[in-house]
């Protein structure tokens, strides 16, 4: 069973950063494609940042040029770097991993809580 562990969330006023991190227990050069996703009341999960095993990367509109998605093969961990954020960016952020290039998310973490001030 593969585990994926999210930290890093919290309360942050607007303008301000949050760097969350994700440590799977398999090595994550298993995987094709790692990614963050988040979820706000009343709305759908939507996909924010995503990096394939080549480092290809790929960004929703509302958040290229704040949020950077990194991974450190050697801890097996994926980092999504959050600047200046918006109150809009209050969601529960999950990571996720799936084993191919098509086909959805094979496994998901539990979710962290990132609240925006305005």
């Known amino acids: 069973q593969v585990q994926l562990v999210e930290s890093g969330g919290g309360f942050v006023q607007a303008g301000g950063a949050l760097r969350l991190s994700c440590v799977v227990s398999r090595n994550i050069d298993n995987f094709h494609t790692m990614a963050w996703y988040r979820q706000a009341p009343g709305n759908q999960r939507e996909q924010v940042a995503a990096?394939?095993?080549?480092?290809?990367?790929d960004y929703a509109d509302s958040v290229k040029g704040r949020f950077t998605i990194s991974r450190d093969s050697a801890k097996n961990t994926v980092n999504l770097q959050m600047n200046s954020l918006k109150s809009e960016d209050t969601a529960v952020y999950y990571c996720?991993?799936?084993?191919?290039?098509?086909?959805?998310?094979?496994?998901w973490g539990q979710g962290t809580q990132v609240t925006v001030s305005s």
């Open positions: 990096m394939t095993i080549i480092g290809l990367t």
């Open positions: 996720a991993a799936k084993l191919s290039r098509l086909g959805s998310f094979d496994y």
